[in-house]
């Protein structure tokens, strides 16, 4: 193993920049170049790589984003656009390739791998911590904690004028945002991919949770089988006449801000791990955490499998909105 490549692909997560600062010290300390390419696969296709020294992954462990860069890239999904990723590659003569991404970017990794001999190794970059076979992916942790603080700041101007807020959280496919956000900030009710919404109980609870109080908090994952948050508050008002509904869209500022001390450590030791395994020889495999331990599962299950909620997690989010 004498060069190897690295990309962040998908979208951004805080943490990313620590997992690369990683890859690369990493990498460097076994005498091993790092070719780091921009944009993700699209900059692979356009040969955008560059060397990667010490002085570029100084002084950005406490970065949100990621310096290299990272775009959605549809010629990557075709034959042609791939072969030329495979011969800037071959160009480059790297004997390996660090992904850090989601499952879309792990799928391109895994279809790359098909069509070139050449180790991959996966590293979960995704606020929506939705890849099997890891407890926490980068940036989740810090997701949280963006939410859990700007559902803080609404409960103050929601109690202030007697309003009910529904919170739209990043979450298209999977609640964990919404879930344990939701938890965390004691909302009234979480409304979650894995659930089916239930119109008339949502009513009943934003009554029952309203007397008495000045104000009531629903967290919405965007990917909620009812709708987002706006559509939500449009089906539940014509049977809560009398009551403030205010709808608040998060948006992209979950996946931005200053990493987490959570995030900072398991990006550094997943990027660390990701190196390991190239120079081991191994292939295929997304560098996962469960616990304090560092795991590996085939970049193939990660993409198979679906990261589901903890039921002991949903179970006690609904005992904790019964009155």
């Not at 951004?12 to 005498?31: E, I, L, Q, W, Y």
């Not at 290299?68 to 791939?82: D, H, K, Q």
């Not at 009710?189 to 009531?216: F, H, M, Q, Y």
């Not at 190239?278 to 198979?304: D, P, Q, T």
Request: with cysteine.
């Amino acid at each position: 193993m004498r060069k190897i490549a690295l990309i962040t692909s998908g979208g951004d997560a805080p943490g990313m920049n620590a997992c690369v600062r990683a890859v690369v010290k990493t990498a460097k300390s076994h005498n091993i170049e790092v070719i780091g390419i921009e944009d993700g696969y699209q900059g692979m296709i356009e040969g955008r790589g560059r060397e990667m020294t010490y002085n570029d992954v100084n002084n950005i462990i406490q970065l949100g984003g990621t310096i290299l860069g990272t775009a959605r890239s549809e010629e990557f999904r075709t034959p042609e656009g791939r072969q030329k990723a495979i011969a800037n590659l071959k160009k480059w003569q790297v004997d390996g390739l660090v992904v850090i991404g989601g499952d879309g970017s792990f799928a391109g990794a895994q279809t790359l791998s098909r069509e070139i001999d050449l180790p991959i190794i996966g590293v979960p970059g995704t606020i929506d911590n939705d890849i099997f076979g890891t407890d926490h992916t980068i940036g989740y942790d810090t997701a949280l904690n963006t939410v859990v603080s700007a559902v803080d700041k609404i409960r103050d101007t929601a109690s202030s004028h007697h309003r009910i807020f529904f919170v739209e959280v990043m979450g298209r496919d999977a609640g964990f945002i919404a879930l344990n956000s939701g938890i965390a900030s004691g909302a009234d009710d979480v409304l979650i991919p894995e659930e089916w919404t239930d119109i008339d109980a949502l009513v009943n609870t934003i009554k029952e949770s309203s007397k008495g109080r000045r104000s009531s908090i629903i967290i919405v994952s965007e990917g909620d089988d009812a709708g987002g948050a706006k559509e939500i508050m449009t089906k539940v008002k014509p049977f809560l006449d009398g009551y403030d509904l205010r709808c608040s869209i998060l948006g992209h500022i979950q996946r931005g801000g200053s990493p987490s001390v959570l995030d900072r450590i398991l990006a550094t030791r997943m990027g660390y791990e990701a190196v390991n395994c190239l120079i081991r020889g191994e292939s295929g495999y997304m560098i996962g955490a469960k616990g304090e331990e560092m795991v590996k599962i085939s970049l193939e299950r990660s993409i198979k499998e679906h990261a589901k909620p903890t039921p002991d997690k949903l179970e006690m989010m609904h005992r904790l909105k019964t009155r």
